[in-house]
DNA sequence: GAGTATTTTTGTAATGATTTCAAAAACGAA
DNA sequence: TTCGTTTTTGAAATCATTACAAAAATACTC
């Protein structure tokens, strides 16, 4: 957890119990989980954990640049602790979301909106069937 | 409604009167605009109009890929009837959605994920403060 | 053109993610 | 320890979307 905290706290982050532990989920796991998967999960550890918490404090994380915010399927939103530029893949088969490296990272920045004053977040995703669900339905 | 309707056709889509009448309403209008604002809209055309159908109707369309879906304040599903390769920039002062040219349109298609068996739909956005809601808090 | 099958629309009810809000708990400073 | 501030909690409300079955429109056949 100590990489956690003071993750958080290079962000100006407050390093609450739930809030390390929230990070510290999102750091070791890179599945992009939503907020039910991370509630379920925490609530194991920190069983007086609210899901208004975790809400909360993915606001917070968002806020402060932390985590990524993802948004693709319309239906749940996705969390990433992985920040540096890369785009996504979701399979709307299994519902994995895959993470996907870009040749040329400088690209989304070289096309920020002229009208764009302040730019606070830039998304990449790609939808499909993965290889794996593909060659199951064979 | 003469192009809508073609347009319906030239994708396989029966042209229905309402059909026809959410599609002609996102040719003529580039705001990319939400189930709501379309249904408030097209209710005074079409008065027996049920939000349902409006719902049914943009999924059909998205399912053909005659329009896109964008998902990018993670609230509300966005419509484009434009559907030539570009980004978008959403205000979250104003909420406006602006298209966003590329400098290099193949870049999308170039990065697709390797593990992707097939890819449906791409999309790039962008979320900031736009220049005119940046003038106004002056 | 009448009759029948199929597709589409409609409206209500249900679902489920997210937000609101005020009280309780934890924390920090003096 | 005490007081003020921040954070957490949980229940209730909100609101976009979906489910579903009946009604309406459309297409197909004789």
Redesign the interface.
């Known amino acids: 957890m100590i990489v956690a905290r003071e993750y958080l706290q290079s962000f100006g982050i407050r390093p609450s119990v739930q809030r390390v532990a929230v990070m510290h989920y999102l750091l070791t796991h890179r599945t992009h989980p939503t907020v039910d998967e991370i509630y379920s999960e925490l609530v194991n550890e920190i069983p007086t954990l609210s899901r208004t918490t975790v809400y909360n404090t993915l606001h917070l994380l968002y806020e402060h640049g932390a985590i990524l ?1 993802l ?4 239906v749940n ?1 996705h969390f990433d602790g992985y920040t540096s530029p890369h ?1 996504h ?1 979701m399979c ?1 088969q299994c519902g994995k979301i ?1 993470d ?5 990272v400088a ?2 920045e ?4 002229k ?21 199951k339905s064979n």
């Open positions: 915010a948004c693709i399927d319309g939103t785009a893949f709307s895959y996907v490296d870009l040749d040329d690209f989304v070289r096309n920020t909106p009208n764009a004053s302040i730019v606070t977040d830039a998304q990449l995703y790609y939808k499909g069937v993965c290889a794996t669900c593909a060659n």
